[in-house]
């Protein structure tokens, strides 16, 4: 069983439209749940993170962890055209340093 | 707002050459960390640095590479005797501490390609 699965899309949506992306994970010590942006070519920028269960919002993005189901959510409120790019969710381990990355959604967000 | 530099931005190099690719982490960071993502696959960890020396590192990161911080702001990936399937961007990240995100801090990457 692969340590993160997120389905890779291409997800086209119209612009104003929420947007909800997903990941899920297998391994329980993880505890740190994060969220990636990444334009073609560029390295990945961190969006938000989460510790723990419950929802974190920042702005239009809204970070939400289950651990009971090991589930991971980003939704994007009121997208807009400057959203599309593909989002990567990763996994930091609480005694490591090393981040364990999904495959990224391709998310464009038309006018 | 700090960032991590890298230097080529994309690098040709013919197949069994060395390469050497270069980072400027940010610099009050004290991780540094070595990523690649191959064409359309995902981002994989290769290695992570701390206080001179590696504190972990993936299967991937065999005997064909090494890192290095020779002076006080670089830090560098060698990867000798390239392979085709080397082509891959890298990505240099840092971090101010462990365990946490905050501030763990991607470059740009280098597209390598090995022909």
């Known amino acids: 069983q692969k340590e993160v699965e997120q389905d890779p899309g291409p997800l086209s949506v119209p612009e104003g439209a929420i947007v909800s992306l997903n990941c899920t994970y297998s391994n329980s010590a993880f505890q740190y749940f994060m969220w990636y942006r990444q334009y073609s070519r560029k390295g990945p920028e961190l969006l938000m993170y989460t510790y723990s269960s419950g929802n974190k919002e920042d702005g239009r993005f809204t970070a939400q962890v289950d651990k009971s189901s090991k589930y991971i959510s980003l939704f994007i409120r009121d997208s807009q055209p400057s959203d599309s790019a593909t989002y990567l969710c990763?996994?930091?381990?609480?005694?490591?340093?090393?981040?364990?990355f999904g495959t990224g959604t391709q998310l464009k967000v038309e006018l | 707002e700090p960032e991590v530099t890298q230097t080529p931005s994309h690098q040709v190099t013919q197949m069994g050459q060395e390469v050497i690719l270069r980072c400027v982490p940010i610099?009050?960071?004290?991780?540094f960390y070595w990523y690649r993502q191959i064409l359309g696959q995902k981002v994989e960890f290769l290695v992570s640095f701390y206080n001179n020396e590696i504190s972990e590192k993936s299967e991937i990161f065999d005997d064909q590479f090494s890192v290095e911080r020779p002076d006080g702001s670089n830090f560098t990936l060698k990867i000798r005797s390239t392979k085709l399937e080397d082509s891959a961007m890298y990505f240099c990240?840092?971090?101010?501490?462990?365990?946490?995100?905050?501030?763990?801090?991607f470059g740009s990457g280098t597209r390598l390609t090995v022909v």
């Open positions: 990240a840092s971090s101010p501490g462990q365990p946490t995100p905050y501030g763990y801090t």
């Open positions: 610099s009050n960071h004290l991780y």
């Open positions: 990763a996994i930091l381990t609480g005694g490591g340093n090393k981040l364990t």
